[in-house]
């Protein structure tokens, strides 16, 4: 597994949840950016505190927190 030294998790800061190198950007809210900008140069364009190896470690930390838990789905 790759390290994920840029994922940061502090209890004085945004609630403890998982942050991209301290700062007040959590590590949802790259994955919700993620979605609503498909292309990632215009991500990196309108966070431009956020940098690549950011977004991939964020990604990584998500399948890794997503691995062995079951989301139950409504089927139509």
């Known amino acids: ?10 209890p004085g800061k945004m609630n403890g949840q998982p942050c991209i190198r301290g700062m007040r ?3 949802r809210r790259v994955l ?4 609503a900008y498909p292309d ?7 966070y431009p505190d956020l940098e690549p190896e950011d977004i991939r470690q964020a990604l990584a ?5 997503l691995d062995d838990e079951i989301i139950q789905r409504d089927v139509a």
């Open 1 to 10: 597994m790759n390290k994920l030294d840029r994922i940061t998790v502090d």
């Open 25 to 27: 950007l959590t590590v």
């Open 61 to 65: 930390w998500a399948a890794c927190n």
């Open 32 to 35: 919700e950016a993620l979605a």
């Open 40 to 46: 990632q140069t215009e991500l990196l364009k309108n």
